[in-house]
């Protein structure tokens, strides 16, 4: 059974950093794409930043692309979002996604969550 365990989301303000973590379990985490997701209050869940089984290959959304840097540690089997520079509009329950493919990244399996709040 896979698990997947957010943490490091916190309350912080505008400009400040966070990093994310995801560790995983009940997986072979080497074998799996991860990435991340995001959903504000009212609106819909939201593409992050993905990244490849071997850490070579990510991609990101144009809104967190210079600021949000997403890696891997397939020895620990933790993925992390390091965030930068962080606004107001990144406030989101931030979300990590296991999936066999990037393409299939959404019907992967799913963290709960942890909250991130950026005041102005």
């Known amino acids: 059974q896979v698990q997947l365990v957010e943490s490091g989301g916190g309350l912080v303000q505008a400009g400040a950093s966070l990093r994310l973590s995801c560790a995983a379990s009940g997986l072979l985490f080497s074998s799996y794409a991860m990435g991340w997701f995001r959903q504000a209050p009212g609106k819909e869940r939201e593409f992050v930043a993905h990244?490849?089984?071997?850490?070579?290959?990510?991609s990101y959304a144009d809104s967190v692309k210079g600021r949000f840097t997403i890696s891997r540690d397939n020895v620990k089997n933790t993925m992390y979002l390091q965030m930068n520079s962080l606004k107001p509009e990144d406030t989101a329950v931030y979300y990590c996604?296991?999936?066999?493919?990037?393409?299939?990244?959404?019907?992967?399996?799913w963290g709960q969550g942890t909250q991130v709040t950026v005041s102005s």
């Open positions: 996604v296991a999936s066999r493919s990037t393409a299939g990244m959404s019907s992967g399996s």
């Open positions: 990244i490849g089984w071997s850490g070579r290959i990510t």
